[in-house]
């Protein structure tokens, strides 16, 4: 089959799309070229005026642009024009994680219907490819789980605070004037971030679309200096890790949440803006795939990849909801949990089933045991606005 050639209109123009514009200009042996570029405002840019246009119906409604590339902050914005595209007969690729997330089974039969291909490997994990790989790789029902750090941004403070002795505070100023944290850093630090590529995720390693409103997602903007120290005092470093596992009866779980690492697990050495993602299955047991997963380059990167396969008429195929269909999302699970707090009344918020290890302490206290899961989601929104930090201990999930 030959290669098709690609008219792309290129939706945002931020590091991400500058640099894949310079890259596609870099590479003859790619036939595509971006031939109209939708950006909010006129603003001096390096580029002609009549390469940009500032309604999205005039790349949408061109007949002549066979491919979108979506680049845009704003999940509804990118909604709208994905959702147009794929109705107009146009391929798509997409970095959008919270819109796909969101959208995931409407724009998916969108894309059947209309008989185009819908891409988004920068969606998750920056450069490492691993919807690409659950697609073609670990097509069979052999996975138990993919767990992992799925979000550069957070993972770069906690690096800063195990490695470097820095405060939460002093860390996240870093990472915000290096790029890596938004001004508002609740996106990235309280789990969303990570929660919409683990739903992604999903998707393509059970075949199950799960709401993001019915998953747990808990962050780090909540952790204090004596949760820092307990984990050094165990030999831990602590993380923010996205998980989904199968358990019995083809039935799956899946959460985003601190957890305490030891040094002999594969993400405890992930350090800085790096993602990691162990994928572990019946017969191959562990695979470790590692890369940046925050920056404009590493994000390009995976955008020209999805483009260079759009050119060789690459679909994905979702193997797992088409051929291995029959996997629940399960939430009455129980799973071991650290959980600090200053004033006693807040566990009137928590029905542990069972305690392993309790302190109190002058100041703080903790208890460790197991919580259903169920639970724990049913107040997920209430949890960032207690005065605790909630952490995974690693132990397996009773079910």
Do not use: W
């Amino acid at each position: 089959m030959s290669r098709q050639k690609l008219n792309i209109g290129l939706f945002g123009f931020g590091v991400v799309g500058q640099g894949l514009y310079d890259v596609l200009e870099k590479s003859p042996a790619l036939d595509a070229k971006i031939k109209k570029i939708c950006v909010k405002r006129h603003v001096m840019r390096s580029l002609p005026d009549e390469m940009f246009c500032y309604e999205p119906d005039e790349i949408l409604n061109d007949q002549g642009i066979n491919t979108i590339v979506e680049l845009i902050d704003n999940a509804d914005d990118a909604c709208f024009i994905v959702k147009k595209a794929l109705k107009n007969g146009k391929n798509v690729v997409s970095a959008n994680k919270k819109m796909l997330a969101e959208n995931l089974s409407e724009i998916v039969s969108l894309a059947k219907e209309n008989n185009v291909s819908l891409l988004y490997e920068a969606s998750a994990c920056g450069s490492i490819p691993v919807i690409r790989n659950l697609e073609e790789y670990y097509d069979n029902d052999l996975l138990l789980s993919v767990t992992g750090i799925l979000n550069g941004s957070s993972n770069y403070i906690l690096s800063k605070i195990f490695d470097n002795n820095e405060s939460y505070p002093n860390a996240l100023k870093k990472a915000q004037k290096l790029g890596f944290a938004e001004s508002n850093p609740t996106f990235d630090v309280d789990g969303f971030d990570s929660l919409f590529k683990l739903i992604i995720l999903t998707m393509h390693s059970f075949g199950v679309v799960v709401s993001p409103n019915e998953v747990l997602n808990y962050g780090i903007s909540n952790i204090s200096e004596f949760d820092i120290n307990y984990a050094r005092e165990k030999g831990y470093k602590i993380k923010l890790v996205g998980q989904v596992e199968r358990l019995r009866d083809k039935k799956i779980t899946l959460f985003v949440l601190p957890r305490f690492v030891t040094r002999d697990k594969y993400i405890y050495n992930v350090e800085d803006e790096f993602n990691g993602v162990v994928i572990k299955g019946v017969a191959y047991d562990k695979q470790f795939m590692f890369g940046k997963g925050a920056g404009g380059h590493p994000t390009g990167s995976a955008v020209l990849s999805d483009i260079t396969a759009l050119a060789h008429h690459y679909r994905y195929e979702y193997k797992k909801a088409n051929y291995f269909e029959g996997f629940k999302y399960f939430k009455e699970g129980t799973i071991e949990v650290y959980l600090r707090y200053s004033n006693p009344k807040v566990l009137e918020n928590f029905e542990f089933k069972s305690v392993s290890e309790e302190y109190h302490g002058p100041r703080y206290h903790y208890k460790i045991g197991f919580i259903r899961l169920d639970k724990l989601i049913t107040i997920k929104e209430k949890l960032r606005s207690l005065d605790i930090f909630l952490a995974a201990t690693g132990k397996a999930l009773n079910y």
